[in-house]
């Protein structure tokens, strides 16, 4: 049996992630198809996907990024 501590956990990353994604639009939307795309994932929840869409068509590298800010 699942926790209540664990399912609110969830609960909440899951809102946070959505909120995130929800007020970046901005950002965000450039890797993906279209608007209605976008807004699916989040209704629906599929961060993973969302997650992988992005590093899949963006060429940022954060340890890239954390060596070259470091110098």
């Keep these: 049996m699942t926790h209540i ?3 609110l956990a969830n609960t909440m990353a899951n809102a946070s992630k959505a909120k ?5 639009r901005d950002i ?5 198809d279209s608007v209605e795309q ?3 994932l989040i209704s629906a ?3 993973k996907k ?3 869409i992005i590093k899949q068509n963006s060429s940022f590298n954060l340890d890239e990024f954390i ?4 110098n």
């Design 28 to 32: 965000f939307l450039k890797y993906f």
């Design 38 to 40: 976008y807004d699916a």
């Design 20 to 24: 995130l994604y929800h007020h970046n």
């Design 67 to 70: 060596i070259n800010f470091k």
């Design 50 to 52: 969302i997650d992988e």
């Design 45 to 47: 929840g599929n961060f």
């Design 5 to 7: 501590k664990h399912i």
